[in-house]
């Protein structure tokens, strides 16, 4: 169903322009799927809920205006299955009432290899760059397992002084920015600016370090501000789970972090040594099948014994 005018009303009032979006719904409400039988819904039925995207999850936007922006989400993953679901099903009926020409890249790593984040959204950057035939304006780093509670909160980069971080309200801390969150969850920003810091780190293997990695980069390098919404709507939920035993916390994240600004100029998207095994298109989105490379840590923190940092 369409939002009446109070919706409309204040995306116009805090974006100061003429009402554009006719259909917000603003708060979605997380329910066990409404009597459905498959909850999250299957693969398939994501599909034909959205029969508007082309091969790959190509949405070009509302055939009648143009959309002033094409964005690009990249979510990292592996053995997610049902939050990828989940974030699917939110994510593409959000896109689509924000009128967003979009797409979704889905980067798989492959292998046993401990979860590297930052080599997954590198290569997964690199190919929407370099292999899609899109001009893209605005690129999303997407967790699997954060969900807009609002699609209000609008999936769109703010210029060249600011990087957005949409996702610094989560339920899990009770929607308070608090507890080192830095940039961690949902982070847009242009590719110019991702390609002037180098992207993200490659080095950080497991669970923790790459995103306060990313925020050095941007704010001390950049010089980018860092843009959060203000409004009380701007929320995210996070899919409840049990640590992977193949994305465990890293025992050397604050010792290598404290090296950011060293590495920073060799290590990132001019040091990716990846493979990106193979490409399916699927209904709602291009999943990349990549092969990582493997890190050896101590090459970069020399003779120092790690130590274990407190992550949260």
């Known amino acids: 169903s369409q939002p009446g005018n109070f919706y409309t009303a204040l995306i116009s009032k805090h974006y100061n322009q003429e009402p554009i979006l006719p259909f917000l719904q603003g708060t979605l409400t997380f329910t066990d799927g409404g009597g459905r039988t498959n909850w999250p819904p299957t693969f398939e039925e994501i599909n034909q809920e959205n029969l508007h995207l082309q091969a790959g999850g190509f949405y070009p936007g509302p055939s009648t205006c143009t959309p002033k922006a094409t964005v690009a989400i990249i979510i990292p993953y592996r053995d997610r299955d049902v939050h990828l679901r989940f974030q699917l099903h939110y994510l593409l009926g959000i896109l689509f009432r924000q009128q967003t ?104 293997s497991g669970w923790g370090g790459e995103d306060d990695d990313m925020n050095a980069r941007l704010t001390e390098l950049g010089g980018y501000k860092i843009y959060r919404p203000v409004d009380e709507y701007n929320r995210y939920a996070m899919v409840h789970h049990k640590r992977d035993a193949d994305n465990p916390n890293n025992d050397y994240g604050r010792r290598l ?36 490379k493997h890190i050896d840590v101590d090459d970069w923190l020399g003779e120092e014994q790690p130590d274990v940092i407190n992550q949260g």
């Open 101 to 204: 020409r979009h797409v979704i890249i889905v980067a798989e790593q492959e292998g046993l290899d401990i979860f590297n984040k930052g080599q997954l959204m590198n290569t997964a950057f690199n190919y929407v760059m370099k292999e899609l035939k899109l001009d893209v304006d605005c690129v999303f780093f997407h967790d699997v397992d954060s969900i807009s509670e609002d699609d209000r909160t609008l999936y769109e980069c703010r210029g060249k002084k600011e990087v957005v971080h949409l996702s610094h309200r989560m339920d899990k801390f009770n929607y308070r920015f608090c507890c080192g969150v830095t940039v961690g969850g949902v982070l847009g920003m242009l590719p110019t600016q991702f390609a002037k810091v180098n992207g993200f780190s490659n080095i950080y």
């Open 257 to 292: 972090y404290l090296k950011w600004k060293q590495r920073q100029p060799n290590d990132g998207l001019n040091s990716l040594e990846t493979e990106v095994i193979s490409v399916v298109k699927h209904p709602t989105h291009t999943r990349l099948y990549i092969q990582t």
